[in-house]
């Protein structure tokens, strides 16, 4: 069988983003985007609004901006998120990622 498969970067951000919601620790995604603030926290639905696909050296990065939950120990979270991210794009997608950096955007009570 001769081809090619090619993923996305949306398709690639959303497997990041539903793999970091999971996490515990993690209330949700935040937008990338400042100027939208931390007003609203982002389900399930809008993971990927909360992760920025980048290229260094020909791989991808992944930007992850999550809300940890109050009281958690959030560079625990963060190595948590990092090590699944990572686990999870090269198993299920067969993408080593050059770099995944947390940036916790929040606190919030659960």
Do not use: C
């Amino acid at each position: 069988m001769s081809g090619s498969i090619q993923i996305t970067e949306a398709a690639l951000a959303s497997l990041i983003g539903l793999t970091a919601h999971e996490i515990p620790g993690v209330v949700g995604m935040a937008p990338a985007n400042l100027k939208e603030g931390l007003s609203r926290v982002l389900g399930r639905a809008n993971v990927s609004e909360g992760v920025v696909i980048g290229k260094e050296g020909g791989k991808f990065t992944a930007d992850i901006y999550v809300v940890a939950a109050y009281g958690v120990s959030i560079p625990t979270v963060a190595r948590n998120i990092v090590e699944r991210v990572e686990h999870v794009t090269k198993t299920y997608a067969g993408i080593e990622l050059a770099a995944a950096r947390v940036h916790a955007m929040g606190v919030q009570r659960v």
